[in-house]
């Protein structure tokens, strides 16, 4: 099993963030197991695609089982899948605040649940989160409760399973973003959205895929919420 390359499992991975950490993954080397609610087939042999809503437990299972089946071992879990909304905290909606729910902390207990006893039974594994830098740094130019309470729900379980897997090989981490340009903030929005950050741009997907490169080869590193944000967190 030593022999064979690595493998990661990345949700979200149909486009934006998941797309590039899928790319830059690959390009390091490793086997992707991609997760998105529609993703299509892949033409790359070390891409597996798997179709399904991340909340659902029954899609967490069949990405297990068809990593195992295909590729023999899951290395590495990037729970990047989320959904974003902005608004003001009385005017969220039922539906949104259950949709929130379902996709940022459903998506996360259920594939992470499913992938810890493959990586016990190794002896190793890495997981990483995929935040937000208003968990840490509020800002009341974009209202955004159900963020925090699920990304910043997110933060508190990296720090959690670091500590509790901290002595039985698994590492937990987590990527903080500041705003990414993806296909969530069109071009014309880029100026404006660029003001939040102290460095006065937008981040870029390969800034957040290179963080979980560098995580994802720091040994030593566990427990972190790597802030990629152009200086939003040390700005507040």
């Given amino acids: 099993m030593s022999d064979l390359p690595k493998v990661a499992v990345v949700t979200g991975a149909s486009q934006g963030l998941g797309d590039g950490i899928v790319t830059a993954l690959r390009a390091h080397g490793y086997r992707v197991v991609a997760n998105a609610r ?9 891409i597996l695609t798997v179709a399904g809503d991340i909340g659902d437990p029954g899609t967490a299972a069949r990405i297990v089982e068809q990593a195992i089946a295909r590729f023999g071992r899951i290395d590495t879990l990037v729970n990047n899948a989320g959904i974003f909304i902005a608004s003001p905290f009385t005017d969220y909606s039922e539906e949104q605040y259950r949709r929130k729910l379902h996709t940022n902390l459903d998506g996360f207990f259920f594939i992470t649940q499913a992938v810890i006893p493959h990586m016990l039974q190794a002896g190793a594994g890495h997981i990483v989160q995929i935040t937000t830098t208003l968990v840490d740094a509020a800002d009341s130019r974009i209202p955004s409760v ?4 699920t990304k910043g729900g997110l933060a508190a379980a990296t720090r959690s399973l670091a500590i509790e897997y901290a002595t039985r090989g698994i590492r937990v981490n987590a990527v903080s973003p500041g705003i990414i340009k993806t296909p969530m903030n069109p071009p014309e929005m880029h100026e404006t959205l660029g003001a939040f950050h ?6 870029e997907v390969s800034d957040i ?5 560098y995580l994802e080869d720091a040994g030593f590193v566990t427990g972190e919420i790597l802030h990629v944000d152009g ?3 040390a700005g507040h």
Avoid at 209 to 213: C, D, E, F, G, R
């Fill in 146 to 149: 159900l963020a925090s309470l």
């Fill in 198 to 203: 102290p460095m006065g741009r937008m981040g």
């Fill in 209 to 213: 895929a290179q963080a979980v490169l």
């Fill in 231 to 233: 200086g939003m967190i």
């Fill in 38 to 46: 529609t993703i299509a087939p892949s033409s790359d042999e070390g």
